[in-house]
T-cell receptor, first 115, second 114 residues
Framework: DADVTQTPRNRITKTGKRIMLECSQT?????MYWYRQDPGLGLRLIYY???????NKGEISDGYSVSRQAQAKFSLSLESAIPNQTALYFC??????????????FGPGTRLTVL | GEDVEQSLFLSVREGDSSVINCTYT??????LYWYKQEPGAGLQLLTY?????DMKQDQRLTVLLNKKDKHLSLRIADTQTGDSAIYFC??????????????FGKGTKLSVKP
């Protein structure tokens, strides 16, 4: 079974709709991350959480919010989706002190299309 | 802040060696990673190197680190069509950076021709 899972894997929605992307992990890691990937731009960090009570903005947090419901769950919300949020979204986890400081393990991604 | 640069494309013939290069700006970065992304998939950790090492070898993969020049490379020996993917270089931020994050390059798309 996958250690980091994301749901849904694909989603098409309309401008203005509220969308939630979910991430679950069975690795027992404290740290979780949300990235978006756009062609030619690599990965950009949206939000990250070092534990349940610690949430931090990343490079491109505007238009997004997150919730860390438990150590194993980290969800990303788009309150009012817009077309330039069309992208591939990745969740990742890491465990300080594990193999390589903060080695990150990625989920399979969610492809979001906003029409 | 830290900047990580990679060439966007590399094309090689099956059986040849591939060398993917990466440069970064912050010499105090401690861990440097290579991730592989196959089409339609997430990022898979390939290997990593600690900044006090010059080289790390793992089967067909060789990582070279030139800390003076802030240059990291990934060599894939006997490249196969299954190695076709996007390869991301990532580094931990240096002193003063936001600890716990990784800084990613934009990725190098490796195409392997039969």
């Amino acid at each position: 079974d996958a250690d980091v899972t994301q749901t849904p894997r694909n989603r098409i929605t309309k401008t203005g709709k509220r969308i939630m992307l979910e991430c679950s992990q069975t690795k027992g890691h404290d740290r979780m991350y949300w990235y978006r990937q756009d062609p030619g731009l690599g990965l950009r960090l949206i939000y990250y959480s070092f534990d349940v009570k610690d949430i931090n903005k990343g490079e491109i947090s505007d238009g997004y919010s997150v919730s860390r419901q438990a150590q194993a769950k980290f969800s990303l919300s788009l309150e009012s989706a817009i077309p330039n949020q069309t992208a591939l979204y990745f969740c990742a986890t890491s465990d300080l002190g594990g193999v390589g400081t903060d080695t990150q393990y990625f989920g399979p991604g969610t492809r979001l299309t906003v029409l | 802040g830290e900047d990580v640069e990679q060439s966007l494309f590399l094309s090689v013939r099956e059986g040849d060696s591939s060398v993917i290069n990466c440069t970064y700006t912050d010499s105090s970065s401690t861990y440097l990673y290579w991730y592989k992304q196959e089409p339609g998939a997430g990022l898979q950790l390939l290997t990593y190197i600690f900044s006090n090492m010059d080289m790390k070898q793992d089967q067909r993969l060789t990582v070279l680190l030139n800390k003076k020049d802030k240059h990291l490379s990934l060599r894939i020996a006997d490249t196969q069509t299954g190695d076709s993917a996007i390869y991301f270089c990532a580094v931990t931020p240096g002193v003063g950076g936001s600890q716990g994050n990784l800084i990613f390059g934009k990725g190098t798309k490796l195409s392997v021709k039969p």
